[in-house]
């Protein structure tokens, strides 16, 4: 009998927040590998918010996973077989092989750990994918000064924190928004922002821009934003002239769909918007982190000894077994993650 | 008896398109000149959209024009008196000096016009802020490549006909968008642009985009933002991955003031703005010419050689008299005029 693994595949689009109806797990045979092929027993998968994208069937930057597809993630694993020169069974591998136990990727595409060097984990968050995001999207399209406000909401997340760290070490002044106190405290106390907002005591953007005021005298610089809805709201305003907003995410309007985001945002209008970008010479970059992997080694080089030095925080959540993935998932949609969200699959 | 000089004031707010109430032709006497200052007998001012954001009380790049105070313009005339070494009477110059007759001038706040190298009026269009605007928007926030295509709205405009035939000697494929069909075959004729297309015709944004298509086969990758409203509904999901967005005006907007924005806008709504520009990572960047004059050297530098072998053409249109400057100015708003709009003084 040959050894069995488990995925969970998109049984259907979801409308708003995902279901268990929208997710199937399923048990089949470990599959054989090919030619330049490598066979991973998966020991974690990432869950992102921008899988929540892939799930609709909207033109976006990546095909949506096809109903009755493996849903997408990065994972790290231990390589069980291979066919190809780079991976030999016992090394531990990156690679983008889905919510599933195990997984068949290409060598070319996969890239091997040391895990001596740091835990594997972190090859899905702070020297993954993520932290890759908040350290590119600042400096390519932040063009961080010394002295500046920078603004980052979702800060402790793996994105966010990354991003307010670097650009704390960059001599900025750095305000986090997070949901709850508990985060903002670890925003401060764990990755060393300035401050940081709740942004659940606040009703209104207006209300939240109030307090973003007392923390940002200076107005502000940069806005890192992964949020869009009233965090966007309260920050537009509040730019500084020639302020930069690099824009890689929404995650705010994610669960209102592709058509149905206008119905959330009556007081973000298109004009309003096009306006603050125009009075104040803004400078909006969206930017998708697979575009530029060939600055990974950068990153590598810059952020790898900013966390020899302890300079670099990083907090992981770990739900357990594939099974409790899209549970997890919702969780991460509405913030109810306090670090990097893995899923512990071994 | 004193000399006598006519000036127009702004009276009242506009709200929407200004009305004869919101302006005041006053005479009053010449002003006598100050240390460093020249006095200026304006031959012709420049009408510029820019012109009614002014108007409005609003937060915006510049202050707004009080209440009493001189329509702001740019203006060419001879110089009749001068206490600044730069400029003796018989001199032409440039300068800011309002809606009016005469003007009262810092000598270092304005430019000697030599009369046999180009026609003093150029220097309020095709060589001055207008043709300066569209080349700089184009190169610093455009980055054009060979072989692309570049959309500009406003097409027969000073800036949007200064945009399109340096993209063309560039070698990208320009279309422009124009309000009617005379402009739309003076785009072609005059400023040889590829394709230019009537927005009168179409009367949704999508069906613009289906006229749009048609012309732009690889997409857009450029869009020289200088209207809002419908055009840019239409283009912003046209444009391909990495397109640029040089964006300085919304004219399409500006009569809806800065509140009452938000109503002509049903369609376009932030969130899909914001979504357009993260899933297509496009890079918007809003700007104003005066932040950057320390480039209008170069400016010449690469336009003037160009004005020169024939490659620039250039449509002024001419109303006669100060008093006739609130109408021709509604018309501008409207796009009314074929080519810059100039009001001769003299």
Redesign the interface.
């Known amino acids: 009998m040959s050894e069995k693994m488990q995925r969970i595949t998109l049984a259907s689009r979801p409308v708003g927040e995902p279901t268990d109806e929208n997710f199937n797990l399923e048990t089949l045979d470990v599959p054989d590998i090919g030619e330049g092929e490598v066979l991973v027993r998966n020991h974690y998968m990432s869950l992102d918010p921008y899988m929540r994208g892939r799930m609709d069937d909207a ?3 990546a095909a949506p996973v096809p109903i009755g597809g493996t849903m997408e993630a990065g994972t790290v694993g231990e390589v069980i077989a291979s066919n190809h020169p780079g991976f030999a069974p016992g090394d531990f591998a990156f690679g983008m092989l889905g919510w599933a136990t195990h997984g068949v990727g290409k060598g070319a595409e996969m890239r091997k750990l040391d895990p001596n060097l740091a835990p594997i984990t972190t090859a899905l968050g702070v020297l993954g994918m993520p932290g890759f995001t908040g350290w590119f999207g600042l400096m390519e399209f932040g063009r961080p000064k010394e002295g500046e406000t920078l603004v980052v909401a979702a800060a402790t997340g793996p994105v966010g924190s990354m991003v307010g760290q670097v650009a704390k070490n960059l001599g900025l002044r750095v305000v986090g928004i997070a949901g709850g106190a508990e985060k903002c405290k670890m925003a401060v106390e764990t990755y060393g922002f300035d401050a940081c907002i709740d942004h659940y005591a606040f009703e209104t953007a207006s209300d939240l821009r109030k307090a973003l005021k007392a923390e940002c005298p200076k107005g502000i610089d940069i806005y890192f934003e992964n949020v ?1 809805g009233k965090v ?2 309260a920050v537009l305003p509040m730019m500084n ?1 020639f302020g930069r907003i690099p ?4 995650i705010a ?1 994610y669960n ?1 769909g ?1 058509l149905g ?2 119905a ?2 009556e007081a ?8 603050s ?12 982190i697979s ?1 530029h992997f060939d600055k990974y080694p950068d990153f590598l080089r810059a952020v790898g000894p900013m966390m020899a030095q302890g300079k670099i925080a990083f907090v992981e959540d770990i739900a357990d077994g594939l099974e409790n993935a899209p549970e997890a998932f919702r969780g991460l949609l509405k913030g109810r993650n306090k670090g990097k969200q893995l899923v512990k699959l071994i």
């Open positions: 033109k976006s930057y869009g966007l709201d002239p824009l890689c995410g929404m309007w209102a592709a985001a206008e959330s945002a973000l209008t298109g004009p309003r918007m096009w306006r970008i125009l009075v104040n010479f803004l400078s909006v970059n969206g930017f998708i575009n």
